[in-house]
Structures are given as structure tokens and as C-alpha cells.
């Protein structure tokens, strides 16, 4: 399928568990992001891959790990759940840096960490 | 204190109305202004962008950045039930390393 994917859509986790999400997409856009998206705090940026084997962090990356060995796929891991990690998890991409104002993003993960 | 604060609503206007949706902003340096729609259980779409300060117009769309204000808008006209989502406004600039600056989101219903 074209465009951008993401696995699992839903996951329930325990504590102290590691999980990743994964994200696909099929544009070979440059650009890779990773938001969580929580009620009252909007999108939040926690990765983010200008090329493959380029990552940065954002401006939430605390217990979360990310990489980026093939253009098309953005894996990003937690390595050790927490409750505070429950969210929805959106995946994005866009195709320069000159384009980076247009991104798109995935269906995103509901994660619920128990 | 952010650097993009967006009322988050909720707002509900019966159809037909005019939406105005709204954004301010503190960082100067932000250079491309864009709004994205969320359906409920979606991802964010973009709806519309501008760069620099001006209006854009698309179809019932306008949008409008006053850079002197640091104030950006949507307006919706003859909304449609099919418009009810969630409206993120979100700001970059060329010097932000691709990344953009969202805003939490206005929550818009229109009433059939």
C-alpha cells in the first residue's frame, strides 16, 4: 500500500515492558518524525530523522530510543514502559528539508500502558 | 509558556456559519504557518499553508498570518457538518531543522 503505515494500531503493555512501534512509508520522503499525542497537550515531538542514519532528538525523548537504517522504515522503541507513556502515537514524514512545512502523517498507535 | 497557544474550544456552530480559528505564536523567527485537520481516531492532515505574512485562499478556506501581531487565522465559511474535527495550526521556520511547532488544537462540531 502507498503511503504511510503504522503497527500495531493498538497495543496494551505492561510496565517495565519493551515495545516498538513501527512506522513505514513508501514516498522515500527525507524526513521522519515521531509525536505522541496526549489531551491537553497537543502534538509533541520525540524523534525526529533527517536522512537514514540521521536522528534527533525533540522536545520529549526521555525513555523512548530510536533509528532509522532504511529510508522507508522509523522504528521508534520504549524501552522500558511507564504508565505516563499511554498515548497516541503518530508517525510522520515529509519530503525535504525545503518541504518540511508539509508533513504527513500515519493513522497512529493507541498504546495503554497498565 | 508556549511558543504556539491555540484556544482548544470546543467550539460549535451550526451549518452554514462562519468559523474563525485562531493562533498566536512568540517566536519570530516562524516563517511557514500551516493548518491541519484531524478527524476523530485520524492522523493530522494539511489543510492549507502560508508562507510569510499575507492570506491564502482554497475553496471555503482562508487563511490569514499577521506577522506584526504574531496572529494567525482560519476561516471557515458555509461550514459543513463534514468540517467537525480537530484544527491544529502549526508554525516552522527555516532555521528549526525541518521540525515544526504545533499548536494543542481547536475542537470544532457543526450542527446540521
Known amino acids: 500500500d502507498a503511503g504511510i503505515t503504522q503497527s500495531p494500531r493498538y497495543k496494551i503493555t505492561e510496565t517495565g515492558r519493551q515495545v516498538t512501534l513501527m512506522c513505514h512509508q513508501t514516498?522515500?520522503?527525507?524526513?521522519m518524525f515521531w509525536y505522541r499525542q496526549d489531551l491537553g497537550h497537543g502534538l509533541r515531538l520525540i524523534y525526529y530523522?533527517?536522512?537514514?542514519?540521521?536522528?534527533d532528538k525533540g522536545e520529549v525523548p526521555d525513555g523512548y530510543v530510536v533509528s532509522r537504517s532504511k529510508t522507508e522504515n522509523f522504528p521508534l522503541t520504549l524501552e522500558s514502559a511507564t504508565r505516563s507513556q499511554t498515548s497516541v502515537y503518530f508517525c510522520?514524514?515529509?519530503?525535504?528539508?525545503?518541504?518540511?512545512?508539509?508533513?504527513?502523517f500515519g493513522p497512529g498507535t493507541r498504546l495503554t500502558v497498565t | 509558556q508556549k511558543e504556539v497557544e491555540q484556544d482548544p474550544g470546543p467550539l460549535s456552530v451550526p451549518e452554514g456559519a462562519i468559523v474563525s480559528l485562531n493562533c498566536t505564536y512568540s517566536?519570530?523567527?516562524?516563517?511557514?504557518f500551516m493548518w491541519y485537520r484531524q478527524y476523530s481516531r485520524k492522523g493530522p492532515e494539511l489543510l492549507m499553508y502560508?508562507?510569510?505574512?499575507g492570506n491564502k485562499e482554497d475553496g471555503r478556506f482562508t487563511a490569514q498570518v499577521d506577522k506584526s501581531s504574531k496572529y494567525i487565522s482560519l476561516f471557515i465559511r458555509d461550514s459543513q457538518p463534514s468540517d467537525s474535527a480537530t484544527y491544529l495550526c502549526?508554525?516552522?521556520?527555516?532555521?528549526?531543522?525541518?521540525?515544526?511547532?504545533f499548536g494543542d488544537g481547536t475542537t470544532l462540531t457543526v450542527k446540521p
Open positions: 510522520a514524514s515529509s519530503e525535504s528539508f525545503e518541504s518540511s512545512y508539509e508533513q504527513y
Open positions: 514516498w522515500s520522503h527525507s524526513y
Open positions: 530523522s533527517a536522512a537514514a542514519d540521521i536522528t
Open positions: 517566536n519570530s523567527a516562524f516563517q511557514y
Open positions: 502560508t508562507y510569510s505574512s
Open positions: 502549526a508554525m516552522s521556520s527555516r532555521t528549526n531543522a525541518g521540525k515544526s511547532t
